[in-house]
Structure formats: C-alpha cells, structure tokens
C-alpha cells in the first residue's frame, strides 16, 4: 500500500519568517502535487510536480520534487496571515492516474 | 472552464435517515469522479471513485454507496445514516492526476 506522510502536522509561526514542510513516501510517483485548503472549503491545487529534482516557484513558495521522486518538498517565505490553511501532498502512483493518494496534511498558522 | 457543483452546501440528519449528495460537473467530458470524507482538519478519505458511468470502485466498506446515472453527475447516498457518518465530503474530477474539488457538503448527523 503506499503513503504519504507529511511533517509537521501543525506548525504555528510568526508573519515574516520561513518555514518548511516536507510529504515522504517510500514508493515512487509519477507525479506529486499540493494543495491549500482554508477551513469549510475545498482543497485548491497550488502545484504540479513531475520529474525529479525539479523545483517550481509560486511568489513566495518554493516546492521541490526529490530525485527518486519519493518526496517533496514546500517552502514558504515570508509567511503572511493570507498562507494560514491545510497543506496536503498528492501524489498520482506510477501505474494510474485514477487513484491518487493525499497525505493527512500539515495544519499551518501564521499569527500577525 | 470547468467548474464543479455540489449541493447541498451544510445538512443536519438524525441517525436512521436517508442522504443523498449530489455532485454535477460542467466543462468536461467523461471525467474521473472522486467522492471523499474529510474529518477536522486532515486528510482525505476516497470513498469512491468512477471512471465512467455506472463504473463505481469503493475504497472503504461501509454504509454508503455512489451512482454516476449520468457522465458529469456524481451521487452519494445512504439508506440509514450512523453518527459516524458526519463530516466533510467533498467531490472532485481530476486529470492526470491533478484533482478539482468541489466546495463540500457539510453534514452533521444528530
């Protein structure tokens, strides 16, 4: 069965710093995605990620997909209230698109 | 532009009563369908998933079930609902991969 774990599970912080969260996996996929979801919403799409080693740029996030394309990465700068929400990983096995699998989420809150 | 319905937007239900969700996509042909549940702030649980019409997977054993009577119509329903039923339940339509979801059904069984 693969899984995609996702760390830390919350994470609260000042406005202005960085912060990192990362989505594991021991198995392989062919694509990994992410997306922010704000409370009582649906999850919205931030990123593709497809092939190994690439990193991608959205303003002040930085997501990377790792070599053996098990893992990612999301890097935010300069956090602002606006990033506050639930950040989950996707990931699309090697085999199917029809089945994605989601990481349980890391809960981020950026205090003013 | 593809948009994706889901209605209704929050339900209260007593144990024992019926549901049925309904999820309608606009845009697309022939989507993948994604039915999920969602506890408090984490991860999604798919329920069931459908590639076509009346081509349903289900992921979890349970007292729900999914029809697709029509290609862009999506619904989930139960014959007796149990306090565990209560949560978040979003539907999406995805390709390659990449998932869209609808705005989520609220529902509270009492």
């Known amino acids: 069965t693969q899984l995609l774990e996702q760390s830390p599970q919350f994470l609260s912080i000042q406005e202005g710093e960085n912060l990192t969260v990362y989505c594991n996996s021991s198995s392989v996929f062919s694509s990994l995605q992410w997306y922010r979801q704000e409370p009582g919403e649906g999850p919205v799409l931030l990123v593709t990620?497809?092939?190994?080693?690439e990193v991608k740029k959205l303003k002040r996030l930085t997501f990377q997909f790792g070599d053996a394309r098990k893992d990612s990465s999301l890097h935010i700068t300069a956090a602002q209230p606006g990033d506050t929400g639930l950040y989950l990983c996707a990931g699309a096995p090697k085999t199917s698109y029809d089945k994605v699998i989601f990481g349980p989420g890391t809960s981020l809150s950026v205090i003013p | 532009s593809q948009t994706i319905h889901q209605w209704p937007a929050t339900l209260v239900q007593p144990v024992g009563s019926p549901l049925s969700l309904e999820c309608t996509v606009e845009g697309t042909s022939n989507p993948n369908l994604y039915w999920y549940r969602q506890a408090a702030g984490r991860g999604l649980q798919l329920l069931f998933y459908?590639?076509?019409?009346?081509?349903i997977s289900s992921e979890v054993p349970q007292n729900l079930s999914a029809s697709r009577p029509q290609d862009r119509q999506f619904i989930l329903s139960s014959k007796k609902l149990l306090l565990s039923d209560s949560g978040f339940y979003l539907c999406?339509?995805?390709?390659?991969?990449?998932?869209?979801f609808g705005p989520g059904t609220r529902l509270t069984v009492t």
């Open positions: 459908s590639i076509g019409i009346d081509q």
């Open positions: 999406a339509w995805s390709w390659q991969g990449e998932q869209y």
């Open positions: 990620v497809v092939t190994g080693g």
